[in-house]
């Protein structure tokens, strides 16, 4: 079963920077589209960022240019670097796959259904 557990997650003030990560047990990169997600009280989970080994990687427009994901296959780690962090940024991030799938492309990573979710990691960003 696949594991994933988020960490780096914290309170920031605006234009501050946090990384996030995801260990991901299990869950071979190469067989997933990877993806981060936010969610705030009361508003529907919010498409982030999402990448795999074989496209570039897709942002939402509210974070083009601040955020960066990555990953890393020796350590089975998804990262998402957050600068110039704005409040409106302040939500429960949660790190997602996707998968096993054999066809990838950066619009079906963007568009898929993840199919499994770690518990959320909180980030606050104070004005």
């Known amino acids: 079963q696949v594991q994933l557990v988020e960490s780096g997650g914290g309170s920031v003030q605006a234009g501050g920077s946090l990384r996030l990560s995801c260990a991901a047990s299990?869950?071979?990169?190469?067989?997933?589209?990877m993806g981060w997600f936010r969610q705030t009280p009361g508003k529907e989970r919010e498409r982030v960022a999402t990448?795999?080994?074989?496209?570039?990687?897709h942002y939402a427009d509210s974070v083009k240019g601040r955020f960066t994901i990555s990953q890393d296959n020796a350590k089975n780690t998804l990262y998402l670097q957050m600068n110039s962090l704005k409040p409106e940024d302040t939500a429960l991030y949660y790190c997602?796959?996707?998968?096993?799938?054999?066809?990838?492309?950066?619009?079906?990573?963007?568009?898929?259904?993840?199919?499994?979710w770690g518990q959320g990691t909180q980030v606050t960003v104070s004005s």
């Open positions: 299990r869950l071979p990169f190469g067989n997933y589209c």
């Open positions: 997602a796959a996707d998968g096993p799938r054999t066809v990838f492309s950066g619009e079906i990573c963007w568009s898929a259904m993840y199919n499994s």
């Open positions: 990448i795999s080994i074989y496209n570039r990687p």
